[in-house]
């Protein structure tokens, strides 16, 4: 329950505040697609948080392949885009710190 709190709590402040949320990322003031891709990825952690709370604990490794995804697909963004690095690096983190907490709950005994 806390984990899905915790990515609710995400997915609330990058929806409700997509522009602060991206400023404290990129360290500057977004562009406007910045803040709708914020809005995005707000959406999808409130939305998965949703489901796995939802579901129960069969569903958690399914998030957790999800975040991982993310992860890699904001580590190939780092590779490829300086202006986003720290961005995509911050993002990655979060999504596989998301993931490891998933598969921990998961396997807890």
């Known amino acids: 329950m806390r984990l899905e709190a915790a990515r609710a709590a995400l997915g609330s402040a ?3 505040a997509p522009s602060l949320v991206a400023r404290l990322l990129l360290w ?5 697609t ?6 995005v990825l707000g959406v999808r952690h409130l939305v998965q948080a949703g489901l796995t709370w939802k579901a129960g604990s069969g569903i ?23 202006k986003h690095r720290r961005a ?11 993931a490891v907490c998933e598969y921990r709950f998961e396997t807890r005994d």
């Open 28 to 32: 500057r003031k977004p562009a406007t």
């Open 34 to 39: 910045e803040v709708v891709v914020a809005r």
């Open 88 to 98: 995509a690096l911050t993002t990655a983190a979060i999504a596989f710190l998301f």
């Open 14 to 16: 990058e929806l409700v």
């Open 60 to 82: 958690h490794v399914l998030g957790a392949d999800v975040d991982l995804l993310h992860c890699a697909s904001m580590l190939l963004l780092a590779v490829f885009d300086a």
